[in-house]
């Protein structure tokens, strides 16, 4: 029996209205996964609360909270959020930003104005007794106490050197020069470093010319082969070897090696005005990676044994 015109277009129009309420709950769920994802892809951590206070939405970045937290910043775990939220309609949005990183470049401008305002309050004086230490070194050449005295001051004087150069910036002058040349440079400060174990320095055999600011290189080397020496110092072995091999393929290829006392944290070791040496002041490492990078080169550790490879461009 055929239906009435009426009722067929009726039915007719009843599965069109399922036809599209399925295309629609399609396109919801399309744009809910979207939306989802939009969310999940941000780097806040968010939620968002209806008017009972229970989470409608929330994305995988909450689960560092045990609690939804309050307006401000926080600390979890040594890392700091700042926390922030809006009403929008009936449902209340919180954001949790980590600005970690941020608080630390602010602590390290502080530290580093506050370290570069005491180096130069430092420098004069140290100057003058620097002055005074080599009349004296004159009149008694061969005197034990002053050779301690001149060593002691070369070691203020680098850590001088190394905070004034963290605080104001590196700028390179650059001159192309002998290996050899830096390397002789090095093992004269060296001599004046103080230690009490049998420790042999290998240097390079091979030599070869290379283009770099000498004065802040002098500087890199001698931060991590002191580092190396304080190493030795600290480990139970009785004598102590520092290998230095130099190779010159694609760049200026340094590897330093020690047997001294393994790196207690690797994850800190470039991180200024940190340390894991009794003597360590935080900046050796940090220096260096600078200057290094300057150089447009790398150093990193090395995987096989303890020390570093520095990596300089041939330019």
Request: net charge neutral; charged share 30%.
């Amino acid at each position: 029996m055929e239906l009435p015109k009426s009722q067929k277009e009726l039915l007719d129009n009843l599965e069109t209205l399922i036809a599209q309420t399925y295309i629609v709950e399609k396109e919801f769920k399309e744009l809910k996964n979207i939306l989802n994802g939009v969310i999940e892809f941000m780097p806040q951590a968010l939620w968002v609360i209806d008017e009972n206070g229970e989470i409608i939405v929330q994305n995988s970045k909450t689960k560092e909270f045990k609690t939804i937290p309050e307006d401000g910043e926080i600390e979890i775990n040594e890392r700091y959020f700042l926390v922030q939220s809006s009403n929008i309609k009936n449902k209340k949005i919180i954001s949790a930003t980590d600005i970690t990183e941020q608080k630390r470049n602010e602590r390290l401008i502080a530290m580093g104005q506050m370290a570069a305002h005491l180096a130069h309050e430092i420098r004069n004086p140290i100057s003058s007794v620097n002055i005074y230490l080599s009349i004296l070194r004159k009149k008694c050449p061969q005197n034990e106490i002053l050779d301690e005295m001149k060593s002691s001051l070369l070691r203020v004087e680098r850590i001088i050197k190394s905070t004034l150069l963290f605080s104001k910036g590196i700028n390179l002058q650059k001159k192309e020069f002998l290996i050899s040349e830096l390397f002789k440079e090095i093992d004269e400060i060296i001599k004046y470093y103080p230690h009490t174990k049998h420790i042999k320095i290998f240097y390079p055999k091979k030599d070869g010319k290379i283009q770099g600011d000498f004065d802040l290189l002098l500087l890199v080397f001698q931060n991590l082969i002191i580092n190396a020496i304080d190493a030795i110092e600290e480990d139970e072995k009785e004598e102590g070897i520092i290998d230095i091999k130099y190779v010159n393929k694609d760049a200026h290829i340094f590897i330093i090696t020690d047997n001294g006392k393994e790196f207690e944290n690797k994850n800190i070791l470039f991180e200024p005005f940190k340390s894991t040496k009794t003597k360590g002041h935080g900046l050796g490492l940090a220096l260096s990676k600078e200057i290094i990078n300057k150089h447009g080169g790398s150093i990193d550790i090395c995987k096989d044994k303890k020390g570093f490879i520095i990596k300089i461009p041939n330019k």
